[in-house]
């Protein structure tokens, strides 16, 4: 079977680099990402705006995003990325305003969401309200309270499924190690910080909440997906085909220094039969095919 050209559902890129924390640390820029995807076999990326200060030390504006969406449109798509907080601070504020206009700017949803704000804040909550209303897709990073960046929730993700229980039309697509670490049964408060090796025992939260909430979505990109994937081989075969219209490909790529083992271990699970072709089809292409190709109502 022939592989397929990816599509990445999760990248970060700018036009000019500020390296002032540590060489070759950060963003890539569009030459330097069309290299990696070369080596990849990937298409097209989603370019994430970051536009919290939670979110890293170089902001990555939302006008930028569309920028490097228009001068590369063969390389780029983009979501928007409002903050909860915009506008006048309030958590009733009508965010819908923008997403208006960045849906008529072509975004094809929100994030990577990284507001350090638990998941049933009431700023967030008004975030979801509104990319929900607006058939806006959301894609979060989960964190920790003062201790990580992203949306804060704990073992058990209780909040995270309050959210999608509460706004049941809003597509979450889940991202991080904090996420991630849960799709094993035994994850404890060690392992829950860290990218976990060894098998993966059942009982593991994403496995029931993925049973039970058709609007959660699967982002795999980094080491915090690509580990959940590939830490159990027979397991994450199991997994890739169980959810394959769930999951997003994606990479993560925030410096060229950055290897990414999942987009090969994908290519060498389906020449091996270990996953159908559908799947994999669907997992590295198909399924963000729909999500960016879908019509959006303005």
Same mark, same amino acid.
Not at 32 to 53: D, T
Not at 279 to 290: D, F, L, S, V, W
């Given at each position: ?8 559902i999760h990248v970060h ?13 950060n963003w890539t820029t ?91 804040? @009431?700023?967030? =909550?008004?975030?979801?309200? #509104?990319?929900?209303? $607006?058939? &806006? ?6 964190? /920790? ?60 939260v994403i496995i029931r ?46 410096? @060229?220094?950055? =290897?990414?083992?999942?987009? #090969?271990?994908?290519? $060498?699970? &389906? ?6 072709? /559908? ?20």
């Amino acid at each position: 079977m022939k592989k397929v050209k990816k599509i990445d559902i999760h990248v970060h890129s700018v036009f000019e680099k500020w390296n002032f924390l540590e060489q070759n640390s950060n963003w890539t820029t569009p030459a330097e990402l069309k290299v990696k995807y070369e080596e990849l076999g990937i298409e097209k990326g989603v370019q994430l705006p970051l536009n919290s200060p939670e979110g890293r030390f170089q902001i990555i504006s939302n006008q930028e995003s569309y920028k490097l969406a228009k001068e590369y449109p063969n390389q780029y798509d983009w979501f928007c990325n409002p903050d909860p907080r915009e506008g006048n601070n309030t958590p009733n504020y009508d965010l819908s305003q923008f997403l208006k206009f960045y849906k008529s700017m072509g975004a094809k949803g929100v994030g990577e969401v990284t507001v350090n704000l638990p998941f049933d804040d @009431p700023y967030m =909550e008004n975030l979801f309200k #509104h990319c929900e209303a $607006e058939d &806006m897709p959301l894609l979060f990073h989960m964190g /920790i309270k003062n201790r990580s960046y992203g949306i804060v929730d704990e073992i058990g993700m209780p909040k995270l499924e309050g959210a999608l229980k509460k706004f049941p039309k809003l597509q979450f697509i889940a991202h991080s190690t904090q996420f991630w670490s849960q799709i094993s049964g035994d994850v404890d408060t060690t392992t829950y910080l860290r990218y976990p090796t060894g098998s993966v025992s059942p009982g593991g939260v994403i496995i029931r909440l993925l049973d039970t909430y058709p609007n959660l979505m699967l982002d795999v990109s980094a080491g915090s997906g690509g580990n959940a994937i590939m830490r159990d081989r027979d397991f994450g075969y199991w997994f890739l085909e169980q959810y394959q219209d769930r999951i997003y490909f994606g990479t993560d790529i925030c410096a @060229p220094k950055n =290897e990414m083992r999942l987009s #090969h271990y994908l290519d $060498e699970a &389906m020449e091996q039969g270990n996953i159908s072709y /559908i799947a994999y089809e669907k997992i590295c292409r198909e399924n963000a095919m729909k999500l960016l190709k879908r019509e959006i109502k303005l």
